[in-house]
């Protein structure tokens, strides 16, 4: 049964005849509805249900517990706001308790292994500056989290959950017309009694009701609207909806949290809450992406996995031999490997960017062929250490920047490359080897063919990219050696954290004619 929690004086009933409030009204021409669900339903509360005669609501505690458990997720996955994600078997903890359409769904581990909470403890005493509250020591995992989760909120104590609190926290948007998506979180509990306790108390504010809960196998539900329909749950839960169940088989084990979405629910939801960042182009508008994140040996690692429903040509080559060749000064490298489909698609989302033909011949691109024989088989940027210095001022160091490109048609690539060579000031130089073209801007294509020392063999950029062998994509950033190389940088908290960033890599991988996966690591000194 569903709590509303309605405080005690006049309730208004519904007389003969009158029909039950099923929920919003009906939704218009071209709004969002829910897809194989019913709308959301008031249920029955401790007396005849109807309107409520209340006086204007104050701040919604149900929004104070939902903000805090976003807090969860944002300290428990990096401890500070670069990661707001966090272990165990890639899975959403109240699947079976939720319908099978939200927006994104994410779900918190609150007592990982030993091995990974002292993981979590290690990344969080590197930022003190950033995590002032949060002190996770051994066997106080749980505790840590809700008390720096809840520490703004005096009505809130961990002696509040402690009796009833389980090992996971999970939260899911769902379309609404209202301007906000209707956010729904299931606490695991081991004590319904006191969840419900805890519940009624503080969703109700000065009298004033804020919300419903109840509670469905080992789940406490909780929002600040009005919660689904039981028995159509029951019917269509998340944990039935065969993409969610196809990801999560794809996911890796060991995840301090487990995200999922589909691309039109992220499109819905960046619509809902006016974030571009979370708007889905293209392809992805079609599919779904599943994530989920770990922490080891001082490092967060972001595991994820997207479907699309347009078949992906899957013929193409590694990209880890040539960004692994590039020389070891690189403090910034971009590698891929290329395909008729692959760029097919770039040009399309050129276009779709607003980038004209004339914008394109302008930098010496006048046609997709000319894009495919600038980036050839594979390519790999290379950036070294001597441009920070360059760029940032540096007496005597020049910018330089490097390419490496395995082509069938060396001299069609040298011709694209020669004309956007004209754009720049002198210094465009090539050295070609059998399919392989090496050019560089201010430096020597063949110390870029022959390098004294390789990229794979820098110590930040084996612990960032670990996964290169069968890559398609590889993406590094020394984030330490760019530091170093800034002169005056000054002082500071927000500086003495960079200074605490050793480097950056993302690896990207076609799994099948429909699945990729990518893996980012932010490792820290």
């Keep these: 049964m569903n709590h509303p929690v309605n405080p005690p004086g006049p309730q208004y009933q519904q007389g003969p005849g009158q029909p039950q409030w099923q929920g919003p009204p009906p939704q218009g021409p071209g709004q969002p509805q829910w897809q194989g669900q019913p709308q959301w339903q008031g249920q029955p509360g401790y007396g005849p249900q109807g309107p409520v005669a209340t006086a204007p609501q104050k701040k919604s505690r149900a929004k104070i517990i939902v903000a805090a458990v976003v807090a969860l997720a944002v300290i428990a996955g990096a401890a500070f706001a670069a990661v707001m994600l966090l272990k165990k078997p890639a899975t959403i903890a109240a699947a079976n308790v939720l319908p099978d359409n939200p927006l994104i769904v994410a779900s918190i581990d609150l007592n990982p292994a030993a091995p990974d909470q002292l993981a979590v403890k290690d990344l969080v005493e590197k930022f003190p500056e950033f995590t002032d509250g949060l002190d996770i020591t051994e066997g106080n995992y749980k505790k840590a989290l809700v008390e720096f989760a809840f520490k703004d909120n005096d009505d809130i104590s961990w002696s509040d959950v402690e009796p009833w609190l389980g090992d996971s926290i999970t939260f899911a948007a769902y379309a609404s017309e209202e301007r906000e998506p209707t956010v729904l979180v299931a606490f695991q509990q081991k004590d319904a009694a006191k969840a419900e306790e805890f519940a009624k108390k503080h969703l109700l504010k000065d009298g004033q009701a804020s919300g419903e809960y109840r509670t469905v196998d080992d789940q406490l539900l909780v929002t600040d609207r ?69 922490i080891e040996d001082s490092t967060v690692v972001l595991e994820g996995i997207a479907w699309q ?180 940088l000054g002082s500071g908290s927000d500086v003495e954290a960079l200074r605490k960033f050793d480097g950056v890599g993302m690896t990207v991988k076609m799994l099948d004619e429909h699945y990729g996966s990518v893996t980012l690591r932010v490792s820290f000194k």
């Excluded at 490997?337 to 980038?355: H, M, V, Y």
């Excluded at 001597?386 to 690539?413: E, I, M, Q, W």
Aim: charged share 20%.
């Design 226 to 294: 009005s919660l689904p329909d039981a028995d159509a749950v029951k019917k269509a839960p998340l944990a039935n909806n065969e993409g969610f169940k196809a990801d999560m088989a794809k996911l890796p084990g060991g995840l301090l949290a487990t995200v999922w979405g589909e691309g039109k629910g992220l499109q819905q939801l960046a619509e809902l809450t006016n974030n571009s960042t979370l708007a889905t182009p293209g392809a992805v508008l079609e599919g779904r992406v599943a994530f989920g994140l770990r």
């Design 309 to 488: 429903e347009q078949k992906i040509e899957n013929n193409l080559e590694s990209a880890s031999e040539l960004v692994g060749n590039l020389p070891g000064d690189t403090i910034a490298a971009v590698g891929s490997s290329t395909n008729d489909a692959s760029i097919d698609q770039a040009w399309e989302q050129l276009e779709q960017q607003g980038l004209s033909s004339s914008d394109l011949q302008s930098i010496g691109i006048s046609s997709k062929e000319d894009l495919k024989a600038l980036v050839g088989q594979q390519f790999g940027l290379y950036v070294p250490q001597s441009t920070v210095a360059a760029l940032s001022g540096g007496r005597g160091a020049t910018p330089t920047v490097g390419l490496a490109v395995k082509t069938n048609d060396p001299s069609g690539h040298q011709s694209v490359l020669e004309r956007i060579g004209r754009q720049l000031p002198e210094g465009l130089k090539h050295h070609t080897e059998g399919d392989k073209v090496f050019t560089t801007w201010n430096g020597s294509p063949e110390d870029l063919a022959k390098p004294k020392t390789r990229l794979a063999d820098d110590a930040t950029y084996k612990k960032v990219v670990k996964d290169a062998d069968k890559a398609n994509a590889i993406i590094f950033v020394n984030i330490g050696s760019i530091v170093s190389s800034l002169p005056n």
